[in-house]
């Protein structure tokens, strides 16, 4: 079963960067197909960017576009969110998901494996 940890959370300003990646054990990552969700307090879970397992295919919730940049090294076993011009609005528990279908996809019941989160805090 793959396990799931993610790392580079943290208390950032506005209009700042941070890189968070997500990395594997237990099994490889370079079939499933990958993604980053973010839930806020009191919201619902929202999609935020997937990749595919070839890292061909990436796509990202219009709220993010232009400013996050998804990746993957399969050699590494990770997968990486590089969130720049950050807002306060990004603020929320950032997790990333595997699923077995490889390709790129967007809904959150499509993944079957999950990680416990990072924080991340855009000041104002």
């Known amino acids: 079963q793959v396990r799931l940890v993610e790392s580079g959370g943290g208390l950032v300003q506005a209009g700042g960067s941070l890189r968070l990646s997500c990395a594997a054990s237990g099994g490889t990552l370079r079939t499933y197909g990958m993604g980053w969700f973010r839930q806020a307090p009191g919201k619902e879970r929202e999609f935020v960017a997937t990749?595919?397992?070839?890292?061909?295919?990436?796509y990202y919730a219009d709220s993010v576009k232009g400013r996050f940049t998804i990746s993957r090294d399969n050699a590494k076993n990770t997968v990486d969110l590089q969130m720049n011009s950050l807002k306060p609005e990004d603020t929320a528990v950032y997790s990333c998901?595997?699923?077995?279908?490889?390709?790129?996809?967007?809904?959150?019941?499509?993944?079957?494996?999950w990680g416990q989160g990072t924080q991340v805090t855009v000041s104002s």
């Open positions: 998901a595997a699923r077995w279908d490889g390709s790129a996809w967007y809904a959150s019941h499509e993944y079957s494996y």
């Open positions: 990749i595919s397992r070839s890292g061909g295919t990436t």
